[in-house]
């Protein structure tokens, strides 16, 4: 794909995510469709994918999304398909802890094209794809990642589906030790973005979906970081993944 082209999905994601962020700063009421084990669901995040896929019609390019799903065969293909979380840090956004994103990406196959995450409550927008520049904001960042796994900082989390047997957390934990801290912010768009700018080193989870990093990875990608969406194979499930994304591959945990 020329570069012109891949600038021009950029832009579109970049703006899609800015006018769906800004939309939801503009809600007050948060209406609960479902309040289920560790997971919650909001009308808000319906609507606002709603609103996104409204937005992307016109590039006439088919869209899989969170609350709506989509034609997921799409991920075998070597046909171009927007992935988008409409509200990533659902709980988050509930109780008003900072840290919700509006994610847009563009893939084909399993590979990024280009992405835009916008943390609406920091008013922070990030943006990348094959070949360009990362950027926060509309200027170029270049991280600073640590080269020394004991000053290295591992962002993860434990999504609603995470396994808490003693022996998975005793495995995460032996893991974990290695890093100097660990960090977790509620919203993998958060951490593959703060991992792509170089606030974090490394950002590893698993029993995610693809709609939670397909941005990210846009951004890992202009970053020059390495990352890996790894289908877990689950049944009826074909999207559910971990990811790894990091400075450096020794960085990776699980």
Known sequence: ??????????????????????????????????????????????????????????????????????????????????????????????????????????????EPVAGAIYDFTRNELYGGGKGLPLTLNGVEVKPNWSQDIKQAVLMTGFPSATDYSDENLARFVMSAQKFKKVRMCGSACCAIAWVAVGRADCYCEDRLYLWDVAAGMSLMESAGGVYKAIPLGIKDKPLCISIRAGAKEEYFVG
Request: proline letters at 3%; glycine letters at 10%; charged letters at 25%.
């Open 1 to 110: 794909m020329e570069k012109s082209e891949i600038q021009k999905f950029y832009e579109i994601a970049v703006n899609t995510a800015k006018l769906a962020g800004e939309r939801l700063k503009t809600i007050s009421e948060r209406r609960v469709n479902t309040d289920a084990g560790n997971d919650v669901k909001l009308q808000e995040d319906v609507e606002s994918e709603m609103f996104i896929r409204q937005q992307l019609e016109a590039t006439g390019i088919p869209v899989i999304g969170e609350e709506k799903g989509g034609a997921v065969e799409l991920v075998n293909s070597d046909s171009l398909y927007w992935v988008v979380d409409p509200i990533d840090g659902t709980y988050n956004y509930l109780r008003g802890i900072p840290g919700v994103c509006v994610s847009v990406g563009l893939m084909r196959g399993w």
